[in-house]
Every structure is written in C-alpha cells, then in structure tokens.
C-alpha cells in the first residue's frame, strides 16, 4: 500500500483576505475598453487606475491612504487624446508614472507628493515613434530612465526618457500583434509573445531573436508569457479546445515544455505575476473572481499548485505591489489592487506564523528603488543586477521620501527635451523655422491642388 507523501512548502497555507470595506477605493469609473492590459498600477505611495474620460483618455492616481468613496470631480492625468491602454511606475521614482494611449503616444508624468489637487495635462516629456495605438509599456529593471513600449504597429521601442528620444527600435521581428513583453531580472533579456503564435527572447539593445517557440500554446486566444527563476520562462495561453493552460519553459531547450497544466474552460486571459523572491507566481484572470497561485521548483512537475483566492465580483484589471510595499510585521508576501466596476479594491496574501519576529524566510533581501546603472551606460552594454535592500528594520508602505533617492536629473532634463524632441530640437517660435514651416505649407497646397 503506496503512502502519499504532501511536499512540504512554506507558501503551502498563504491565504487571501479582501480587505474591509472602508480601506477600499470606491465610485471609481473604471474604463470599459476591451484591451488584455492590466488598467492598474501600484507602488508604495500611490495607486493609479484608468478611468473612462469623455474626449480623450485618463487616468486616476491616488495616495494609498486615501480609502473610501471617492469624489467624482477627484482630478485625473488627462493629456492623451485617445484612451488610456496601459499604465505604469517608474520602479527607480515613486513619482514618476508612464502611460500608452490610442493617441499612438507615450507621457511621462510627474505626481507630485501628497497627489494630485487639479487636473494634469502637461506631461514632463512625451515620447512619440509608434504609427498605431501603443498597449504595453514595462521599465527597465535595472537602468535609470529606461522604457520599453509595444505598440499595435507590431513595433517594440526601447526609449531613453531623459533624453526624450527611441534609442532602439526593433520593427522587423514581429510580423502581428504583440501580446506582452518583458524584462528578465537584470534586463538583459526581452520576452514577448505574438499573435503569430510565436514566443520570442529577444537581444534589447540589438534587436535579434535569440530564441524562439511557435506555438507554444495550440489555442488561437492571446498568450502572455513571464521570466522567471534561473531564465526560465512561464506561459500562460490556452489549448485547441479553448482550455485554459499554464506551462513552463527552458529557453535553451524550447522543444518541449518542462510542464504543461490544464486549469479551467474560461475564457479570460491569465495575467502571470512573478515573486522572484519567494519563487510564487499568481495568475489573475480577466474576469475571473479568483487569483490561483503556484510556486515554481527545480522538482517536477516544477509549477506546483499551492491554494486560490475567491471572491464574489470579477476583476476587471489587477494592479500587483513591489515587495518593499508590503507589511512586513504582519507576515504578507504579496498585495493585489483588484479593479472591479466601480471600485478598487486591495487583496492581502499572507502567510499564518504566530511569531512577531521578522520572518528571514520570507523576506530575503529584495529589489530596491535605487538603480544600477544609467541609461546611456546601459544602452553601451552595460548590465548590472538590480540593487537588493533588506526589509528587516520596517522597510514598510510609507510617503516618507528619505526612503527613496528622487532623480533630480530626471526631471532637469526631461523638462528640456519635452519642448524641443518632438520637432529635432527647433523651437516653432524661431522665425527662421516658422518661415520654413509656412514655405511648405504652401508646397502641400499646390500638390493637393495638382492632384
């Protein structure tokens, strides 16, 4: 008689637990577009959620502390002309937030301390490359100033915000929609997945396809793919029969997945979120009601299914927060800011101990705010491994700002390129320019004419 030996995991009993209601965030008019992004962003001092905005695209960004109904005339960032697609946080500034809108630009925007008291339409530089809609952004890990973006062009850009300029632009790889795209841990790699049926890592600073996998999910629906322990690379998609699958790889090895899980018959994209302290990885489906999580092993199956967080409403997006955000004292390893109709709403994941002592367990030393390396430092060749702090002396959620290096040189020099990128560095006011501008204006006209 065989026994069943449990395999022993100290992530085997983390729960999840909604928060109460007055530490939600509620009549919020969360967008209704239809785009596989995840509409919310989140790090130790502000939440910020795209909202529906009539005439153009917005976005809402909130102090964390600021819970309850929120005012319908709170002030928003609305710059863009088109709707919002994705937004996210500069991991080496607090204040520092990107967004990619149906408008074919990229902002860089600048909340100042406390949030937002009046409407913000100036962004500090906008960044403008892609001839279509751009849908995902992601920052460099690593390098200051850093910023991948993803268009529906089928175009990746690599951009140099304190510069205002597109160093890399990798356009003759993807021949459909790009799905999602990310960095490995010190970004020295680039994945993405494709409509093509196609998952690729690519060289970012070259540009070249350095390993490749078609069809690494049988389903026609989107796949969306993640880095992480040791290089490899976690999938999740779905199968001919439209079951929904999560499956890991070893890019040296793309024959084969190392393994391949069947989870339900949704229809809802898996958004993959990736602890590489803790080896947890979540999946939160658009709309879905539940997160599962998992964690990734060197033992097969290597993806082992650890516990799920149900709820009564389904997410219409999931904002996911850094670890140097988390509550260390009361043993919570992940936050979620869960986006519902007309509410955000925070999921604490916590693993039960009795001890009050800080966890070293739990808590490894983990990415901090401070950069490696500079951008153009980077984009020469240059990698580094992020900058690890320890949490143990309560490096907890908090707007004190001795806790984070702010960049001044950021913002000194975005300021100056965010006037002049767009048009090679002349300013309109310039007489000389302005005559050349009206001379072919006028050139425009007498073709238009011919024609």
Request: net charge negative; proline share 6%.
């Amino acid at each position: 008689m065989s026994r069943k030996v449990v395999r022993t995991s100290k992530f085997r009993h983390v729960f999840g637990q909604a928060v109460k209601a007055d530490q939600c965030y509620d009549d919020i008019r969360i967008s209704q577009m239809t785009w596989d992004s995840n509409f919310c962003s989140v790090n130790p001092k502000f939440v910020a959620m795209i909202v529906d905005a009539s005439g153009g695209g917005a976005f809402m960004v909130l102090p964390l502390s600021k819970t309850g109904r929120i005012d319908m005339s709170y002030p928003t960032v609305c710059g863009h002309t088109g709707p919002v697609l994705d937004i996210e946080f500069c991991p080496h500034n607090d204040n520092i937030i990107a967004s990619g809108s149906e408008d074919c630009s990229v902002m860089i925007w600048e909340i100042p301390e406390g949030g937002l008291t009046s409407p913000l339409t100036d962004p500090v530089v906008k960044l403008e490359g892609h001839s279509k809609r751009v849908g995902i952004l992601s920052w460099h890990p690593t390098a200051h100033n850093v910023l991948l973006s993803a268009g529906c062009d089928n175009v990746v850009i690599l951009w140099n915000v304190a510069r205002g300029e597109a160093v890399v632009r990798i356009d003759s790889v993807h021949t459909d929609l790009i799905y999602s795209a990310c960095w490995n841990r010190d970004g020295s790699r680039i994945l993405t997945s494709c409509k093509d049926k196609t998952m690729r890592v690519l060289d970012p600073r070259k540009g070249t396809v350095l390993f490749e996998k078609e069809k690494p999910h049988e389903g026609s629906r989107p796949v969306r793919a993640v880095f992480v322990s040791d290089g490899k690379i976690l999938s999740t998609g779905f199968s001919r029969m439209s079951e929904r699958q999560v499956a890991l790889w070893d890019p040296k090895n793309f024959g084969e997945p190392l393994t391949l899980q069947e989870l339900d018959t949704s229809s809802g994209v898996l958004l993959p979120f990736f602890d590489p302290d803790t080896g947890v990885v979540y999946l939160c489906g658009k709309g879905d009601s539940s997160i599962r999580y998992f964690e990734v092993t060197d033992e097969a199956p290597y993806v082992h299914y650890l516990s799920m967080f149900s709820s009564k409403e389904s997410q219409k997006g999931m904002g996911y927060m850094p670890k140097r955000g988390l509550e260390v004292n009361k043993c919570e390893i992940a936050r979620f800011y869960k986006l519902h109709e007309r509410k955000c709403e925070p999921i604490v994941m916590t693993v039960p101990r009795k001890s009050d002592l800080f966890q070293e367990d739990l808590y490894p030393d983990t990415v901090g705010p401070e950069p490696s390396v500079e951008a153009d430092e980077w984009f020469e060749g240059k990698d580094a491994p992020p900058n690890l702090i320890s949490l143990k002396d309560g490096f907890v959620a908090t707007t004190k700002a001795k806790e984070f290096k702010v960049h001044k040189s950021l913002l000194k020099t975005t300021t100056a390129s965010a006037g002049n990128h767009d048009n090679g560095g002349v300013s309109l006011l310039d007489p000389q320019c302005f005559a050349s501008v009206l001379e072919l204006t006028k050139r425009v006209k007498e073709l238009e004419s011919k024609h």
